[in-house]
């Protein structure tokens, strides 16, 4: 897996691309998440539209940031996900946890109101 950052607005993107399963990655995630409180930025979209699998660290790494961007006063919503993706949150009843937009202009605005 891989991700990149850019800033839109009110809040950053972060989109992942290939499979998402936990291992270094999260570690990376998890301090790429740090730097962005530290300059003060707290609000995330992840962007899961070039996510082709997602096993349950992969889950477990969007929690642990959805988690360290709340705890923070922030927020971290996904858009995007793929219908096999949306499938695996909604199994895991993880869609009722996580604020997730059909596109990445949508959750892009849900941060205006906040």
Not at 63 to 71: A, E, F, S, V, Y
Not at 76 to 83: F, Q, S, Y
Request: aromatic fraction near 6%; include cysteine.
């Amino acid at each position: 897996m891989s991700f990149k950052l850019e800033e839109q607005y009110n809040c950053v993107i972060i989109q992942f691309k290939g499979n998402v399963m936990g291992g270094p990655d999260a570690i990376e995630l998890n301090t790429q998440l740090h730097e962005l409180i530290d300059s003060g930025k707290k609000n995330v979209v992840v962007d899961l539209s070039k996510v082709k699998f997602m096993n349950s660290s992969g889950l477990g790494m969007l929690i642990g940031g959805l988690t360290t961007m709340r705890n923070a006063g922030g927020d971290l919503r996904i858009a995007n996900a793929t219908d096999k993706i949306e499938s695996l949150l909604i199994i895991t009843k993880l869609i009722t946890v996580f604020e997730h937009f059909r596109s990445l202009e949508e959750a892009v605005k849900s941060f205006e109101n906040k």
